[in-house]
């Protein structure tokens, strides 16, 4: 498809597993982005790919998530030893880079943590 | 003080009403703004940018006081499709240095007929 995709859709996984989501963005957008949405939340800011520069993580909440780009493609946020309050709406975002304005998200990965 | 501070609503109007919609933010180097619609359960859409001279589209229309650092959102002759969640977005200056569009929780807009 054209647009920016996430899998899964849904995760349910109990406290203490790792869990790993993916983002596999517009084809050619060279910048991607990690944020999460709480319920009844805003979205808060993750992680910031742009082309092979060295991401900017100052949005990642532990020590606990972390994420890598590969190719500078596909991206993988891993959350280690899950937690309950770590239950949110992951999404994923690309365009072509800072300042490009519009940003395209994927449908986003809902993890529940029991 | 949060970054991008909106009023969370909901806003409940009846259709044809005209409602708008104020932000705020804190970071004086922002350098542009944007409003999203997000409808329940969806991913957030670019609704509109927003230009230091004001812009309108269609029977939206967004304009930016960089001096009081407000953004507003005008929505004419509502309709019930009308009805999400209106979220402010500022690109500001990340801790990690670069520029990350912030967005706020997000107003939420009901339409009745």
């Known amino acids: 498809g054209a647009g920016v995709s996430q899998s899964p859709s849904n995760k349910v996984t109990e406290k203490g597993k790792d869990v790993e989501l993916r983002c596999d963005p517009i084809s050619g957008h060279t910048a991607l982005y990690w944020y999460r949405q709480s319920l009844g939340q805003g979205l808060e800011f993750l992680i910031y790919f742009q082309g092979n520069s060295a991401p900017d993580k100052s949005g990642l909440p532990s020590d606990r998530f972390s994420a890598e780009r590969t190719g500078g493609s596909v991206s993988t946020l891993t959350i280690q030893r899950t937690q309950q309050e770590d239950s949110a709406v992951y999404l994923c975002?690309?365009?072509?880079?800072?300042?490009?304005?519009?940003?395209?998200f994927g449908e986003g990965s809902r993890l529940t943590v029991l | 003080r949060k970054e991008v501070e909106q009023d969370p609503g909901p806003f409940n109007v009846p259709e044809g009403a005209t409602v708008a919609f104020n932000c705020t933010y804190s970071n004086s180097a922002s350098q542009s703004f944007f409003w999203y619609r997000q409808d329940c359960r969806k991913e957030p859409k670019l609704l509109m940018s927003?230009?230091?001279s004001g812009n309108e589209d269609g029977r939206f229309t967004a304009q930016l006081n960089r001096a009081s650092q407000y953004i507003s959102l005008l929505i004419r002759d509502s309709k019930l499709s009308d009805s999400a969640t209106y979220l402010c977005v500022v690109n500001g200056r990340a801790s990690g240095g670069s520029y990350i569009p912030t967005f706020g929780r997000g107003t939420s807009l009901i339409v009745h007929p």
């Open positions: 975002a690309s365009n072509r880079g800072a300042g490009s304005g519009e940003l395209f």
């Open positions: 927003v230009y230091s």
